[in-house]
Protein backbone atom coordinates (compact mmCIF):
# COMPACT_ATOMS: atom_id res chain seq x y z
CA UNK A 1 0.00 0.00 0.00
CA UNK A 2 1.08 3.63 -1.03
CA UNK A 3 2.11 5.67 2.25
CA UNK A 4 0.95 9.40 0.92
CA UNK A 5 2.67 10.42 3.45
CA UNK A 6 6.36 9.02 2.04
CA UNK A 7 8.88 11.39 0.58
CA UNK A 8 8.21 9.54 -2.72
CA UNK A 9 4.65 10.40 -2.60
CA UNK A 10 5.13 13.83 -1.20
CA UNK A 11 7.64 14.50 -4.56
CA UNK A 12 4.79 13.11 -7.24
CA UNK A 13 2.03 15.03 -5.11
CA UNK A 14 4.04 18.51 -4.84
CA UNK A 15 4.30 18.44 -8.97
CA UNK A 16 0.94 16.59 -9.62
CA UNK A 17 -0.57 19.79 -11.37
CA UNK A 18 2.55 20.80 -13.32
CA UNK A 19 2.61 17.08 -14.67
CA UNK A 20 -1.02 17.35 -15.68
CA UNK A 21 -1.43 20.35 -17.73
CA UNK A 22 2.13 18.59 -19.64
CA UNK A 23 0.26 15.35 -19.84
CA UNK A 24 -3.11 17.42 -21.11
CA UNK A 25 -0.85 19.96 -23.35
CA UNK A 26 1.51 17.32 -25.56
CA UNK A 27 -1.43 14.74 -25.56
CA UNK A 28 -3.52 17.37 -27.37
CA UNK A 29 -0.40 18.44 -28.85
CA UNK A 30 -0.28 14.51 -30.56
CA UNK A 31 -3.81 14.25 -31.22
CA UNK A 32 -3.93 17.23 -33.95
CA UNK A 33 -0.62 16.49 -35.16
CA UNK A 34 -1.88 13.14 -36.53
CA UNK A 35 -5.06 14.74 -37.44
CA UNK A 36 -3.03 16.80 -39.39
CA UNK A 37 -0.83 13.83 -41.46
CA UNK A 38 -3.74 13.78 -43.72
CA UNK A 39 -3.93 17.60 -44.66
CA UNK A 40 -0.53 18.81 -44.34
CA UNK A 41 1.79 16.06 -43.19
CA UNK A 42 2.19 14.31 -46.79
CA UNK A 43 3.09 17.82 -48.40
CA UNK A 44 5.64 18.40 -45.49
CA UNK A 45 7.23 14.83 -45.81
CA UNK A 46 7.43 15.33 -49.75
CA UNK A 47 9.53 18.55 -48.81
CA UNK A 48 11.49 16.72 -46.20
CA UNK A 49 12.50 14.40 -48.40
CA UNK A 50 13.56 16.43 -51.23
CA UNK A 51 15.74 18.53 -49.66
CA UNK A 52 19.39 18.36 -50.64
CA UNK A 53 21.12 20.48 -47.91
CA UNK A 54 22.53 18.09 -45.24
CA UNK A 55 22.43 20.67 -42.87
CA UNK A 56 18.92 20.69 -42.57
CA UNK A 57 18.56 17.09 -43.05
CA UNK A 58 20.70 17.11 -39.71
CA UNK A 59 19.02 18.97 -37.47
CA UNK A 60 16.16 17.57 -38.47
CA UNK A 61 17.46 14.79 -37.05
CA UNK A 62 20.23 12.11 -39.35
CA UNK A 63 17.41 9.17 -39.10
CA UNK A 64 14.07 11.05 -40.02
CA UNK A 65 12.34 10.57 -42.91
CA UNK A 66 8.85 11.75 -44.51
CA UNK A 67 6.06 9.90 -46.32
CA UNK A 68 4.84 7.81 -43.66
CA UNK A 69 3.48 8.20 -40.27
CA UNK A 70 5.95 7.02 -38.85
CA UNK A 71 8.55 9.45 -40.37
CA UNK A 72 5.83 12.25 -39.56
CA UNK A 73 5.11 11.13 -35.81
CA UNK A 74 9.02 11.24 -35.67
CA UNK A 75 9.51 14.27 -37.72
CA UNK A 76 6.92 16.48 -35.65
CA UNK A 77 6.84 14.73 -32.31
CA UNK A 78 9.45 11.88 -31.22
CA UNK A 79 12.57 13.03 -32.75
CA UNK A 80 12.98 16.06 -31.26
CA UNK A 81 10.41 17.69 -29.66
CA UNK A 82 9.17 14.80 -27.15
CA UNK A 83 12.65 14.36 -25.82
CA UNK A 84 13.62 18.21 -25.27
CA UNK A 85 9.89 18.43 -22.81
CA UNK A 86 10.76 15.74 -21.02
CA UNK A 87 14.54 17.00 -20.36
CA UNK A 88 13.43 20.00 -19.22
CA UNK A 89 10.59 18.57 -17.15
CA UNK A 90 13.39 15.98 -15.54
CA UNK A 91 16.14 18.17 -15.34
CA UNK A 92 13.90 20.85 -13.68
CA UNK A 93 13.12 17.47 -10.91
CA UNK A 94 16.23 15.69 -11.02
CA UNK A 95 18.55 19.17 -9.70
CA UNK A 96 15.07 20.35 -7.62
CA UNK A 97 14.93 16.94 -6.03
CA UNK A 98 17.98 17.29 -3.38
CA UNK A 99 18.81 20.98 -4.30
CA UNK A 100 15.62 22.95 -3.39
CA UNK A 101 15.32 21.27 -0.58
CA UNK A 102 18.79 21.61 0.67
CA UNK A 103 18.37 25.37 -0.68
CA UNK A 104 15.57 26.09 1.32
CA UNK A 105 16.22 24.04 4.26
CA UNK A 106 13.80 21.56 4.43
CA UNK A 107 16.61 18.88 4.03
CA UNK A 108 17.41 19.36 7.45
CA UNK A 109 13.78 17.68 8.57
CA UNK A 110 13.90 14.90 6.66
CA UNK A 111 18.11 14.13 7.61
CA UNK A 112 16.64 14.97 11.35
CA UNK A 113 14.62 11.62 10.85
CA UNK A 114 15.55 8.36 11.62
CA UNK A 115 15.95 7.34 7.70
CA UNK A 116 19.19 6.68 6.07
CA UNK A 117 20.54 9.36 3.41
CA UNK A 118 20.68 6.62 0.87
CA UNK A 119 16.38 6.10 1.49
CA UNK A 120 16.21 10.11 0.74
CA UNK A 121 17.77 9.28 -2.55
CA UNK A 122 15.80 6.15 -3.52
CA UNK A 123 12.62 7.48 -2.76
CA UNK A 124 13.54 10.70 -4.42
CA UNK A 125 15.01 8.65 -7.70
CA UNK A 126 11.98 6.39 -7.69
CA UNK A 127 9.57 9.46 -7.84
CA UNK A 128 12.00 10.99 -10.66
CA UNK A 129 11.04 7.42 -12.78
CA UNK A 130 7.23 7.99 -12.28
CA UNK A 131 7.56 11.31 -13.16
CA UNK A 132 10.07 10.28 -16.43
CA UNK A 133 6.80 7.33 -17.32
CA UNK A 134 3.84 9.48 -16.82
CA UNK A 135 4.67 12.20 -19.74
CA UNK A 136 5.36 8.97 -22.67
CA UNK A 137 2.85 7.15 -21.55
CA UNK A 138 0.11 9.07 -21.56
CA UNK A 139 1.56 10.40 -24.92
CA UNK A 140 1.53 6.61 -25.95
CA UNK A 141 -2.43 6.46 -25.16
CA UNK A 142 -3.08 9.57 -27.10
CA UNK A 143 -0.78 8.02 -30.52
CA UNK A 144 -3.23 5.31 -30.19
CA UNK A 145 -6.36 7.35 -29.71
CA UNK A 146 -5.18 9.34 -32.37
CA UNK A 147 -4.04 6.56 -35.06
CA UNK A 148 -8.05 5.18 -34.08
CA UNK A 149 -9.66 8.63 -34.47
CA UNK A 150 -7.77 9.59 -37.70
CA UNK A 151 -6.96 6.01 -39.17
CA UNK A 152 -3.39 6.66 -39.01
CA UNK A 153 -0.95 3.45 -39.82
CA UNK A 154 1.35 3.36 -36.86
CA UNK A 155 3.12 0.21 -35.73
CA UNK A 156 1.80 0.71 -32.49
CA UNK A 157 4.70 -1.55 -30.92
CA UNK A 158 7.23 0.76 -32.09
CA UNK A 159 5.56 3.82 -30.80
CA UNK A 160 5.43 1.41 -27.58
CA UNK A 161 9.17 1.17 -28.08
CA UNK A 162 9.90 4.23 -28.59
CA UNK A 163 8.01 5.53 -25.28
CA UNK A 164 10.57 3.28 -23.28
CA UNK A 165 13.00 4.71 -25.19
CA UNK A 166 12.06 8.21 -24.47
CA UNK A 167 11.41 7.42 -20.49
CA UNK A 168 14.73 6.31 -20.39
CA UNK A 169 16.03 9.19 -21.71
CA UNK A 170 14.44 11.16 -19.92
CA UNK A 171 15.65 9.57 -16.45
CA UNK A 172 18.94 9.87 -17.33
CA UNK A 173 19.11 13.20 -17.70
CA UNK A 174 16.78 14.00 -14.64
CA UNK A 175 19.42 11.22 -12.66
CA UNK A 176 22.47 13.42 -14.44
CA UNK A 177 21.14 16.94 -13.13
CA UNK A 178 20.50 15.10 -10.18
CA UNK A 179 24.44 14.01 -9.75
CA UNK A 180 25.61 17.51 -10.19
CA UNK A 181 23.86 19.14 -8.23
CA UNK A 182 25.15 16.65 -5.42
CA UNK A 183 28.36 17.24 -6.76
CA UNK A 184 28.25 21.02 -7.11
CA UNK A 185 25.85 21.34 -3.52
CA UNK A 186 23.99 23.93 -6.46
CA UNK A 187 20.79 23.38 -7.73
CA UNK A 188 21.47 26.32 -10.26
CA UNK A 189 24.59 24.17 -11.07
CA UNK A 190 22.90 21.55 -11.97
CA UNK A 191 20.32 22.58 -13.92
CA UNK A 192 23.25 25.01 -15.84
CA UNK A 193 25.71 22.23 -16.19
CA UNK A 194 22.81 19.21 -17.47
CA UNK A 195 21.40 21.94 -20.19
CA UNK A 196 24.67 22.63 -21.23
CA UNK A 197 25.23 18.34 -22.07
CA UNK A 198 22.05 19.05 -23.47
CA UNK A 199 22.70 21.24 -25.94
CA UNK A 200 26.25 19.94 -26.69
CA UNK A 201 24.96 15.95 -26.82
CA UNK A 202 22.35 17.33 -29.38
CA UNK A 203 25.10 18.87 -31.44
CA UNK A 204 26.74 16.17 -31.14
CA UNK A 205 24.23 14.07 -32.61
CA UNK A 206 22.98 16.48 -35.25
CA UNK A 207 26.53 17.30 -36.65
CA UNK A 208 28.06 13.80 -36.64
CA UNK A 209 26.57 13.30 -40.05
CA UNK A 210 28.18 16.47 -41.49
CA UNK A 211 31.85 16.72 -39.70
CA UNK A 212 33.92 13.54 -40.12
CA UNK A 213 35.58 14.93 -36.40
CA UNK A 214 32.31 14.28 -34.71
CA UNK A 215 31.69 10.98 -35.42
CA UNK A 216 33.11 9.57 -32.18
CA UNK A 217 31.64 12.19 -30.33
CA UNK A 218 28.01 10.70 -31.18
CA UNK A 219 28.43 7.96 -28.92
CA UNK A 220 28.90 10.57 -26.42
CA UNK A 221 25.14 11.50 -26.87
CA UNK A 222 22.13 10.25 -25.26
CA UNK A 223 20.03 11.78 -28.40
CA UNK A 224 21.99 8.49 -30.70
CA UNK A 225 21.16 6.11 -28.27
CA UNK A 226 17.17 7.56 -28.23
CA UNK A 227 16.91 8.41 -31.95
CA UNK A 228 13.20 7.64 -31.72
CA UNK A 229 12.80 8.79 -35.55
CA UNK A 230 14.74 4.81 -36.06
CA UNK A 231 12.54 3.13 -33.77
CA UNK A 232 9.44 3.97 -35.21
CA UNK A 233 10.66 2.89 -38.16
CA UNK A 234 11.40 -0.26 -36.62
CA UNK A 235 14.94 0.00 -36.39
CA UNK A 236 15.05 -0.48 -32.71
CA UNK A 237 18.60 -1.58 -31.11
CA UNK A 238 18.20 -3.47 -27.78
CA UNK A 239 22.27 -2.47 -27.16
CA UNK A 240 21.06 1.38 -27.26
CA UNK A 241 18.30 0.79 -24.79
CA UNK A 242 20.82 -0.95 -22.75
CA UNK A 243 23.84 1.58 -23.07
CA UNK A 244 20.70 4.22 -21.39
CA UNK A 245 20.13 2.05 -18.92
CA UNK A 246 24.19 1.54 -17.45
CA UNK A 247 24.04 5.55 -17.88
CA UNK A 248 21.08 5.79 -15.24
CA UNK A 249 23.04 3.23 -12.89
CA UNK A 250 26.27 4.97 -13.51
CA UNK A 251 24.86 8.47 -12.53
CA UNK A 252 22.38 7.33 -9.82
CA UNK A 253 25.99 5.44 -8.50
CA UNK A 254 27.62 8.32 -8.46
CA UNK A 255 24.51 10.33 -6.81
CA UNK A 256 24.66 8.06 -4.21
CA UNK A 257 28.48 7.91 -3.08
CA UNK A 258 27.85 11.93 -3.35
CA UNK A 259 25.37 12.17 -1.60
CA UNK A 260 26.02 10.59 0.96
CA UNK A 261 29.66 11.16 1.79
CA UNK A 262 28.89 15.16 1.47
CA UNK A 263 27.94 18.00 3.82
CA UNK A 264 24.52 19.11 3.44
CA UNK A 265 23.31 22.58 3.91
CA UNK A 266 24.27 25.97 2.44
CA UNK B 1 20.78 1.89 24.04
CA UNK B 2 21.75 3.18 27.08
CA UNK B 3 19.86 6.92 27.95
CA UNK B 4 22.61 7.41 29.75
CA UNK B 5 25.92 9.64 28.21
CA UNK B 6 22.94 11.48 26.22
CA UNK B 7 26.19 13.62 24.63
CA UNK B 8 29.71 13.92 24.61
CA UNK B 9 31.79 16.18 22.02
CA UNK B 10 35.50 15.02 22.10
CA UNK B 11 38.17 16.52 20.22
CA UNK B 12 35.56 18.20 17.65
CA UNK B 13 36.48 20.67 14.89
CA UNK B 14 35.12 21.55 11.64
CA UNK B 15 36.83 22.94 8.84
CA UNK B 16 36.66 25.05 5.59
CA UNK B 17 39.56 25.19 3.68
CA UNK B 18 41.50 27.48 5.84
CA UNK B 19 38.82 28.71 8.04
CA UNK B 20 38.42 26.97 11.52
CA UNK B 21 34.58 27.47 12.32
CA UNK B 22 34.86 25.01 16.05
CA UNK B 23 38.68 24.43 17.06
CA UNK B 24 38.85 21.26 19.26
CA UNK B 25 35.49 21.29 21.15
CA UNK B 26 35.06 19.02 24.13
CA UNK B 27 31.92 19.13 25.99
CA UNK B 28 29.60 16.34 27.49
CA UNK B 29 26.16 16.58 28.84
CA UNK B 30 24.15 14.50 31.72
CA UNK B 31 21.27 13.02 31.52
CA UNK B 32 18.60 15.13 32.28
CA UNK B 33 20.39 17.91 32.00
CA UNK B 34 19.48 21.41 30.13
CA UNK B 35 22.55 22.39 28.71
CA UNK B 36 22.81 25.74 27.98
CA UNK B 37 24.96 26.89 24.36
CA UNK B 38 25.97 30.38 24.23
CA UNK B 39 27.61 32.71 21.72
CA UNK B 40 27.16 35.26 19.72
CA UNK B 41 26.25 34.82 16.06
CA UNK B 42 28.82 32.77 13.48
CA UNK B 43 30.41 31.37 16.59
CA UNK B 44 30.03 27.65 15.75
CA UNK B 45 26.75 26.67 17.77
CA UNK B 46 24.88 25.89 14.76
CA UNK B 47 28.21 24.47 13.35
CA UNK B 48 28.57 21.67 16.33
CA UNK B 49 24.60 21.23 16.34
CA UNK B 50 24.72 20.41 12.25
CA UNK B 51 27.64 17.67 13.40
CA UNK B 52 26.05 15.81 16.15
CA UNK B 53 23.12 15.51 13.91
CA UNK B 54 24.89 14.36 11.07
CA UNK B 55 24.17 16.47 8.76
CA UNK B 56 28.00 17.83 8.03
CA UNK B 57 30.68 15.12 9.35
CA UNK B 58 33.06 16.26 11.59
CA UNK B 59 37.32 17.50 10.44
CA UNK B 60 38.19 16.01 13.40
CA UNK B 61 37.66 14.35 16.88
CA UNK B 62 34.23 12.33 17.30
CA UNK B 63 30.25 12.75 18.70
CA UNK B 64 29.19 10.34 20.80
CA UNK B 65 25.11 10.13 21.35
CA UNK B 66 23.75 7.60 23.99
CA UNK B 67 27.34 6.15 23.47
CA UNK B 68 26.34 5.62 19.89
CA UNK B 69 29.11 7.50 17.10
CA UNK B 70 26.87 10.30 15.21
CA UNK B 71 28.57 9.32 12.07
CA UNK B 72 28.00 5.36 11.59
CA UNK B 73 24.64 5.06 13.69
CA UNK B 74 23.15 8.16 12.93
CA UNK B 75 19.74 6.37 11.96
CA UNK B 76 19.68 4.30 15.06
CA UNK B 77 20.37 7.63 17.08
CA UNK B 78 17.51 10.20 15.17
CA UNK B 79 15.17 8.03 16.81
CA UNK B 80 15.66 9.56 19.99
CA UNK B 81 16.38 12.74 18.89
CA UNK B 82 14.36 15.67 18.16
CA UNK B 83 15.35 18.91 16.36
CA UNK B 84 14.76 22.31 15.67
CA UNK B 85 16.41 23.99 13.42
CA UNK B 86 17.41 27.48 13.86
CA UNK B 87 15.43 30.12 11.28
CA UNK B 88 13.40 26.52 10.74
CA UNK B 89 12.42 26.35 6.83
CA UNK B 90 8.93 24.14 6.63
CA UNK B 91 7.48 22.77 3.64
CA UNK B 92 5.76 26.37 2.30
CA UNK B 93 2.79 25.33 0.35
CA UNK B 94 1.82 22.34 2.83
CA UNK B 95 -0.04 22.84 6.64
CA UNK B 96 1.11 22.53 9.86
CA UNK B 97 -1.02 19.25 10.24
CA UNK B 98 0.40 18.19 6.76
CA UNK B 99 3.94 18.80 8.10
CA UNK B 100 3.60 16.77 11.23
CA UNK B 101 1.58 13.62 9.93
CA UNK B 102 4.46 13.73 7.36
CA UNK B 103 7.54 13.71 9.60
CA UNK B 104 5.55 11.29 11.96
CA UNK B 105 5.40 9.02 9.29
CA UNK B 106 9.49 9.12 9.11
CA UNK B 107 9.60 7.96 12.72
CA UNK B 108 8.48 4.69 14.52
CA UNK B 109 5.79 5.68 17.02
CA UNK B 110 3.72 9.18 17.28
CA UNK B 111 1.93 9.43 20.51
CA UNK B 112 -1.03 11.94 18.81
CA UNK B 113 -2.37 12.48 21.83
CA UNK B 114 0.47 14.53 23.05
CA UNK B 115 0.80 16.04 19.72
CA UNK B 116 -2.58 17.71 20.56
CA UNK B 117 -1.46 18.83 23.80
CA UNK B 118 1.68 20.53 22.51
CA UNK B 119 -0.94 22.27 19.87
CA UNK B 120 -3.02 23.15 22.43
CA UNK B 121 -0.74 24.73 24.57
CA UNK B 122 1.35 26.88 22.09
CA UNK B 123 -1.92 27.47 20.27
CA UNK B 124 -0.71 26.41 17.11
CA UNK B 125 -2.27 26.81 13.79
CA UNK B 126 -2.26 23.60 11.82
CA UNK B 127 -4.47 24.04 9.24
CA UNK B 128 -3.28 27.13 7.21
CA UNK B 129 -0.51 27.01 4.83
CA UNK B 130 3.04 27.51 5.93
CA UNK B 131 3.41 30.26 3.68
CA UNK B 132 0.72 32.13 5.19
CA UNK B 133 1.99 32.17 8.71
CA UNK B 134 4.13 34.61 10.73
CA UNK B 135 7.21 33.55 12.19
CA UNK B 136 6.49 32.68 15.59
CA UNK B 137 3.48 30.43 14.46
CA UNK B 138 6.46 28.35 11.97
CA UNK B 139 8.18 28.20 15.24
CA UNK B 140 5.07 26.54 16.92
CA UNK B 141 4.98 24.10 14.33
CA UNK B 142 8.91 23.50 14.68
CA UNK B 143 8.51 23.53 18.19
CA UNK B 144 5.54 20.75 18.21
CA UNK B 145 7.25 18.35 15.73
CA UNK B 146 10.71 18.63 17.67
CA UNK B 147 9.09 17.52 20.91
CA UNK B 148 6.47 15.28 19.13
CA UNK B 149 8.54 11.95 19.99
CA UNK B 150 9.02 12.44 23.10
CA UNK B 151 13.03 11.94 22.37
CA UNK B 152 15.69 11.43 24.92
CA UNK B 153 17.84 14.31 23.90
CA UNK B 154 16.73 17.64 22.27
CA UNK B 155 18.47 19.69 20.40
CA UNK B 156 17.06 23.01 19.72
CA UNK B 157 18.84 26.04 18.20
CA UNK B 158 17.39 29.36 19.02
CA UNK B 159 14.35 28.11 20.16
CA UNK B 160 12.47 31.52 21.31
CA UNK B 161 13.28 33.02 18.09
CA UNK B 162 9.61 34.91 17.30
CA UNK B 163 7.40 33.67 19.92
CA UNK B 164 5.84 36.26 22.35
CA UNK B 165 6.46 36.20 25.90
CA UNK B 166 3.60 34.01 26.93
CA UNK B 167 4.68 31.49 24.58
CA UNK B 168 8.12 31.49 25.65
CA UNK B 169 7.38 31.02 28.79
CA UNK B 170 5.18 27.86 27.66
CA UNK B 171 8.13 26.90 26.13
CA UNK B 172 9.98 26.78 28.86
CA UNK B 173 7.38 24.96 30.68
CA UNK B 174 7.54 22.36 28.26
CA UNK B 175 11.25 22.33 28.35
CA UNK B 176 11.42 22.00 32.57
CA UNK B 177 8.57 18.58 32.30
CA UNK B 178 11.20 17.15 29.77
CA UNK B 179 14.10 17.90 31.67
CA UNK B 180 11.57 15.80 34.68
CA UNK B 181 10.53 13.26 33.02
CA UNK B 182 14.46 12.54 32.44
CA UNK B 183 15.32 13.63 29.37
CA UNK B 184 17.85 15.74 28.10
CA UNK B 185 18.06 18.97 26.47
CA UNK B 186 20.75 21.29 24.74
CA UNK B 187 19.73 24.68 24.23
CA UNK B 188 21.52 26.49 21.94
CA UNK B 189 21.11 30.41 22.10
CA UNK B 190 22.65 34.21 21.98
CA UNK B 191 19.76 34.90 24.78
CA UNK B 192 21.76 34.89 28.25
CA UNK B 193 18.58 35.95 29.82
CA UNK B 194 17.15 32.51 28.36
CA UNK B 195 19.79 30.14 29.11
CA UNK B 196 19.70 31.65 32.75
CA UNK B 197 16.12 31.24 33.33
CA UNK B 198 15.86 27.43 32.38
CA UNK B 199 19.21 26.29 31.96
CA UNK B 200 21.88 23.88 34.31
CA UNK B 201 24.69 24.79 33.18
CA UNK B 202 25.97 26.74 30.24
CA UNK B 203 29.06 26.24 27.46
CA UNK B 204 30.40 29.70 26.04
CA UNK B 205 31.75 29.37 22.47
CA UNK B 206 33.30 32.34 20.86
CA UNK B 207 34.77 31.91 17.31
CA UNK B 208 35.03 28.38 17.07
CA UNK B 209 36.49 27.77 20.67
CA UNK B 210 34.91 26.97 24.29
CA UNK B 211 35.92 29.67 26.74
CA UNK B 212 34.28 28.02 29.81
CA UNK B 213 31.39 25.89 31.31
CA UNK B 214 29.38 27.09 34.27
CA UNK B 215 27.26 25.70 36.62
CA UNK B 216 24.33 27.83 36.87
CA UNK B 217 23.39 26.05 40.22
CA UNK B 218 27.04 27.63 41.68
CA UNK B 219 26.58 31.29 42.97
CA UNK B 220 29.30 32.15 42.11
CA UNK B 221 29.49 31.28 38.60
CA UNK B 222 28.74 34.67 36.40
CA UNK B 223 28.77 36.25 39.73
CA UNK B 224 28.78 39.41 38.28
CA UNK B 225 25.57 42.57 37.59
CA UNK B 226 25.61 45.58 36.03
CA UNK B 227 24.01 49.08 37.30
CA UNK B 228 23.65 52.46 36.01
CA UNK B 229 23.77 54.97 38.36
CA UNK B 230 23.11 59.20 37.87
CA UNK B 231 24.95 61.32 40.43
CA UNK B 232 23.50 64.62 40.89
CA UNK B 233 27.24 65.67 39.45
CA UNK B 234 30.08 64.94 37.66
CA UNK B 235 32.34 62.20 39.38
CA UNK B 236 35.32 61.44 38.91
CA UNK B 237 36.20 57.74 37.78
CA UNK B 238 39.45 57.35 39.46
CA UNK B 239 37.30 57.61 42.51
CA UNK B 240 36.10 53.77 41.95
CA UNK B 241 38.85 52.42 39.85
CA UNK B 242 40.62 51.42 43.10
CA UNK B 243 38.29 49.12 44.40
CA UNK B 244 37.98 46.02 43.95
CA UNK B 245 35.64 43.84 42.28
CA UNK B 246 34.04 47.33 40.72
CA UNK B 247 34.73 48.40 37.21
CA UNK B 248 33.06 51.36 36.05
CA UNK B 249 32.52 53.89 32.85
CA UNK B 250 31.29 57.09 31.76
CA UNK B 251 27.97 56.36 30.46
CA UNK B 252 27.43 60.60 29.89
CA UNK B 253 28.66 63.49 32.20
CA UNK B 254 26.83 62.56 35.36
CA UNK B 255 25.97 59.09 34.79
CA UNK B 256 28.18 55.77 35.15
CA UNK B 257 27.48 52.20 34.43
CA UNK B 258 29.03 49.77 37.16
CA UNK B 259 30.18 45.88 36.86
CA UNK B 260 29.99 44.46 40.04
CA UNK B 261 31.61 40.78 40.34
CA UNK B 262 31.17 39.31 43.61
CA UNK B 263 29.77 41.06 46.97
CA UNK B 264 27.17 43.93 45.74
CA UNK B 265 27.83 45.19 49.61
CA UNK B 266 31.01 47.45 48.12
CA UNK B 267 29.51 48.71 45.37
CA UNK B 268 26.60 50.38 47.37
CA UNK B 269 29.19 51.80 50.14
CA UNK B 270 30.86 52.81 46.94
CA UNK B 271 28.17 55.33 45.65
CA UNK B 272 26.29 56.30 48.73
CA UNK B 273 29.20 58.31 49.54
CA UNK B 274 27.44 60.47 46.62
CA UNK B 275 24.06 61.88 45.90
CA UNK B 276 22.20 59.89 43.71
CA UNK B 277 19.81 60.63 41.50
CA UNK B 278 18.49 57.15 39.66
CA UNK B 279 20.03 53.34 40.36
CA UNK B 280 18.46 50.68 37.42
CA UNK B 281 19.97 47.52 37.09
CA UNK B 282 21.18 46.84 33.92
CA UNK B 283 20.88 43.58 31.41
CA UNK B 284 24.01 42.04 31.58
CA UNK B 285 24.63 41.31 27.72
CA UNK B 286 26.44 38.19 26.08
CA UNK B 287 29.54 40.52 25.36
CA UNK B 288 29.74 41.46 29.19
CA UNK B 289 30.01 37.69 30.30
CA UNK B 290 32.97 37.42 27.07
CA UNK B 291 34.54 40.46 28.59
CA UNK B 292 34.49 38.83 32.15
CA UNK B 293 36.50 35.66 31.08
CA UNK B 294 38.85 37.49 28.39
CA UNK B 295 39.60 39.75 31.78
CA UNK B 296 39.73 36.37 33.83
CA UNK B 297 42.52 34.77 31.00
CA UNK B 298 44.46 37.98 31.08
CA UNK B 299 44.93 38.15 34.76
Redesign the interface.
Known sequence: MI?K???FF?NIN?RKKSLLYWCLALSALTIFIIYMYDSVGQEASKLLESTESDGIKAFIGPDAQGGTPAGWLGFELYGIFLPICLAIITIGYGAGAIGSEEE???L?????????RSKILTEKVLALLIIATIIPSINFVAVCLGSLLFNFKIAIFDVFLCSISLILFGIFFGCFALMMQTITKKRSLGISLTAAYVGGAYFMYTLYSLLDWLEPMKFFSPFYYYDGNKILQGAADPFHFTIMLVGIIFTCSITYISFSKR???I | MSIKNPLSIINFSKNYDKFTAVDNLTLEINTGEIFGFLGPNGAGKSTTI?TI?????PSNGSINIFGLDSVQD??????H?G?L?G???????MTGDQ?L????????DTDWDYVKDLVKRLDASLYQPIKTLSKGNKQKIGLI?AFMNKPNLLILDEPTSGLDPLMKQVFYEMVLEMKQAGKSIFISSHDLTEIQKVCDRVGFIREGKLIAIEDLYDKNSMNFKKYKVQFEKKINLKKFTIIEGLKSEYYNEDTLIFTVTGSIDIFIKAIARYKIITLDEQETSLEDVFMQYYEKEVQ
Open positions: NNSINSSGTELLLASPISDTG | RLNFIFAVQLKKIYADIALYEEINYLADLQEQ
